[in-house]
């Protein structure tokens, strides 16, 4: 037998063909199909037969994935027949509640599956309460959105929460099937989606997956110790268990909410909770979690949401003796979840919110068997992290190792790529690629929080420690991207050279996200530089969580500043327009073309090349406030002969054999000849 067909065994066949992305149907899967096609049929007869067939195609399409995603945690239970005959009801019965538009919209998405990875595509993200007052506020802004050019909308949490004031910024939800009384109806949201609609905005909502609050029905249940309800989450009788967790398990918040386990006033019993004692972690090994959940996100799919940021899916599986993060199963269920919206809501996409260490970032995008199946965005955390790191030590060594070797993305997914969001910066900068460029990793991210929270002599930034961990040193930090680049400490302090490069620091942060691959998210108020929040002190329900002094309202008096020249305002807004304008011409930048760091080029010029079908694109970054020169040796080697930088439109200077860079400048360069 030739060499080649001995060298991988059966099994390992079977995986590596799976990983190829090859269409198929497994014999178990094809009897599951054939059974859940005659009860589709029967929950669609009343449609017209091309919708019905569409259905079915898609079902048959997806099958596979949505089988491999749920056989390995719920196979083994005796009602996994019955669990599917009733998940597939449901999938059929919301699709074909679907309105007219969304379909001809699923359609249109079946032919463009990239359409989230166009250059095109740019976010912005923030709280409608904060921006506009309320859903019916965020519509009188989209001229706003429109003018910024941003068409991915990221609202945050919206849906009914918790009504006792603490809520985790919403991310305590009491009922999924309501929007928060103060912000609107869900037909103010549905309306909202139309609106975006017809400009080309997608609305992208969260979807908290890894627990609801203490007082969503299904808790009450719970509480009551009704038995239906406690065993959607993790209720214990004792300690013994939770004592056992606990030996292996991290805490998110030490400081606010130590400890993974809740006492239950009514039962005595004790309740998992990961994150505050109000947030109950449901129990995703019971398939009752994963229909109920389905049924949510396909009835928000129907109202108009576009992308579901999955929130906390890390935590969504439990094993004792282990962390009880990123554990296998959790990317069996993101898979079938993904799979179901394939299905009744073509057009929809999912982003995991798994805020995870280096090695794990990647495998949310869906890495062997799961290769490009799992979520369609993820959040590139590590990028945010060596952009803070190499901006804090003006060296971008550790940031070019440590993203140089960072796994590939599957080609039909995309990140979020971002500067800050509304979370603190926690420093997930592995041991290894630290200590690979000469750093003490403990001792560099000590640094990092000593820089960041203005402690570090020299340092222009004006963040605060949140949530210290005294156990392992852990010192994660908050603060707005202008407080963190300098800006805040320059306006206070009069110091106008801090100003030009604080706001030079604020656009190279946008140019690379913007530049580095998949879309850029802007937090609402980084376009104009706005300033932290010390208001939350005020307030008894933030004034614990310092992550609110970077979520702070618009000031619309400073945003009409924009327009004024000379003004901060103007710097930024009009340079992000610059760069919005850029990325919109620059095809090279569309999510399947792969990033190639360019490692060693520089000490101080942070380097990637994207290679395109119509030539390769060289992003430089300087990350000092001091003039560089890049070598014009890489431009050469990638068959540049005549280099334009893509964002002024003009040929980079060229001093001798090098390439000049002012202070925190960035450039794209594509050849012109
Ligand atoms: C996510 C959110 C964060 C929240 C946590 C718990 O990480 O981004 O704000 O505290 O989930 O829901």
Request: with cysteine; net charge negative; aromatic share 10%.
């Amino acid at each position: 037998m030739p060499g080649f067909l001995v060298a991988k065994s059966g099994p390992e066949m079977v995986e590596e063909a799976k990983v190829q992305n090859v269409l198929y149907m497994s014999p178990e899967a094809r009897a599951a199909f054939e059974r859940a096609v005659n009860v589709v049929r029967e929950e669609l007869a009343e449609l017209p037969a091309r919708d019905a067939e569409a259905f079915v195609l898609r079902l048959e399409r997806y099958w596979q994935d949505l089988f491999d995603g749920l056989e390995p945690p719920y196979g083994a239970r005796g009602d996994f027949a019955v669990f599917l005959e009733r998940l597939v009801r449901l999938l059929a019965a919301r699709y074909a509640q679907r309105p007219e538009d969304l379909k001809a919209l699923d359609l249109e998405r079946n032919l463009t599956p990239d359409w989230f990875q166009s250059e095109r595509r740019i976010g912005y993200v923030f709280y409608a309460d904060r921006f506009a007052g309320d859903l019916a506020g965020v519509s009188e802004r989209l001229d706003y959105l429109e003018e910024l050019g941003a068409n991915y909308v990221h609202i945050m949490p919206l849906l009914k929460s918790r009504p006792a004031g603490l809520d985790d910024g919403g991310y305590a939800v009491s009922d999924y099937r309501k929007v928060q009384e103060s912000l609107g109806t869900m037909e103010d949201l549905r309306g909202l989606c139309a609106l975006m609609r017809r400009r080309g905005m997608s609305l992208c909502l969260d979807l908290v997956l890894n627990h609801c609050a203490s007082e969503h029905e299904w808790a009450q249940g719970a509480r009551r110790g009704e038995p239906e309800y406690e065993e959607m989450f993790y209720v214990f009788g004792d300690r013994s268990l939770p004592d056992e967790y606990e030996k292996t398990l991290p805490e998110v918040f030490p400081e606010t909410a130590p400890g993974n386990f809740t006492p239950i006033e009514e039962t005595g019993k004790w309740v998992w909770t990961t994150f505050n004692d109000y947030q109950w972690d449901l129990n995703w090994s019971n398939p009752r979690v994963f229909v109920e959940m389905t049924d949510v996100l396909l009835t928000l799919a129907n109202v108009g949401v576009e992308v579901f940021r999955l929130d906390a899916v890390a935590f969504m599986w439990k094993e004792l003796g282990t962390d009880c993060q990123n554990r296998p199963e959790v990317h069996d269920l993101l898979q079938a979840l993904r799979a179901c919206s394939r299905i009744a809501c073509a057009a929809v996409i999912h982003k995991a919110e798994a805020i995870v260490g280096p090695d794990h970032l990647v495998t949310y995008l869906g890495t062997d068997a799961h290769h490009g199946k799992e979520s369609d965005l993820a959040y590139h955390n590590a990028l945010m992290v060596h952009l803070w790191s190499s901006l804090a030590s003006r060296d971008t060594r550790l940031m070019a190792h440590a993203l140089g070797r960072f796994p590939r993305k599957p080609a039909n997914a995309a990140w979020a790529t971002y500067a800050r969001c509304h979370d603190d910066i926690g420093w997930a900068i592995a041991d290894e690629d630290a200590s690979a460029v000469g750093l003490d990793p403990g001792a560099h991210r000590s640094f990092l929080s000593d820089y960041y929270s203005g402690t570090f002599i020299g340092s222009h930034a004006g963040g605060a420690v949140f949530e210290e961990n005294p156990r392992t040193g852990d010192r994660r930090i908050s603060g707005t991207l202008a407080s963190l680049a300098g800006l805040e400490l320059a306006q206070e302090t009069g110091d106008d050279v801090l100003l030009e490069m604080a706001v030079r620091r604020i656009l190279l942060c946008h140019a690379l996200i913007f530049g580095y691959g998949g879309i850029p998210l802007i937090y609402m108020g980084d376009e104009l530089g706005l300033p932290g929040d010390h208001a939350y002190l005020e307030d008894p329900n933030h004034r614990d969580d310092n992550r609110w002094m970077h979520r702070p309202r618009m000031d619309w008096k400073r945003a009409a500043r924009r327009s004024s020249q000379g003004t901060v305002e103007h710097a930024i807004f009009s340079g992000l327009r610059t760069l919005v304008e850029a990325r919109n011409h620059t095809p090279h930048l569309h999510a399947a073309t792969g990033v190639e760091v360019v490692d060693e080029l520089h000490p101080h010029v942070f380097s990637f090349v994207r290679p395109h079908p119509l030539g390769p694109l060289l992003a430089l970054h300087n990350f000092t406030e001091d003039v560089r020169y890049a070598s014009l040796d890489v431009p050469r080697g990638l068959g540049m002969t005549a280099p334009v930088d893509r964002i002024s439109g003009g040929a980079p200077r060229i001093m001798g054999d090098e390439i000049e860079l002012s202070p925190y400048e960035v450039l794209w360069l594509t050849d012109a000849s």
